[in-house]
């Protein structure tokens, strides 16, 4: 039960000085860093991490996501506990910020619609990114980190609430 995912803070949570409170919000649940860094990636890793988006939203997204995704830096994280994935994706909330919930990170702190980012060709800014299942984290886990950059130890949750 206990697994990894990958979590990107986009360039917009970087810019706007939202990576504490996001991270804030992971660290509450008690989910466990493993690995963090930041990365300023290319269109061509960017086309890597983002390799199934032209088929399922199309090409023209795929380009939009890809400008904003490259502006500037993202913080890359590998974040561990229980059913993680799942769990990740519920704290993230929906793809699209206004249909988002309250109380989610897409939610609390961004509302555009994809109309209004299809009407001004502009990815939707949406503050971060979770792995969508088990399979895809790993494959983003080994893309974004080496072995050694993941690290193994305990926090108080381990004896408080896994
Ligand atoms: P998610 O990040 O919720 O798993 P997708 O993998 O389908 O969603 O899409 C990747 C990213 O592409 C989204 O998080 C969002 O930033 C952007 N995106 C998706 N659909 C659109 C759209 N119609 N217009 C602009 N950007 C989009």
């Not at 980012?117 to 790993?138: F, P, R, T, V, Y």
Request: hydrophobic residues 45%.
């Amino acid at each position: 039960m206990i697994e990894r995912t990958l979590v990107l803070l986009k360039p917009d949570a970087v810019q706007r000085g939202l990576m504490g409170r996001i991270l804030s919000r992971l660290e509450d649940v008690g989910f466990k860093v493993v690995g963090a860094k930041m990365v300023w990636m290319d269109e061509e890793f960017g086309k890597k991490h983002y390799f199934d988006v032209a088929e399922r939203r199309g090409e023209k997204v795929l380009k939009v996501l890809l400008e904003f995704m490259t502006v500037g830096p993202v913080m890359a994280m590998c974040i561990e506990g229980v059913n993680v994935v799942e769990n990740m994706r519920k704290i993230v909330g929906t793809t699209e910020p206004k249909s988002a919930q309250p109380g989610t990170i897409r939610g609390d702190f961004a509302h555009v619609s994809f109309a209004y980012a299809d009407g001004q060709n502009m990815g939707i800014k949406n503050l971060i990114h979770a792995s969508g299942n088990s399979e895809e984290a790993k494959f983003e886990i080994g893309l974004w980190f080496k072995p050694e950059e993941l690290h193994s130890y305990k926090t108080v949750h381990e004896l408080h609430l896994f």
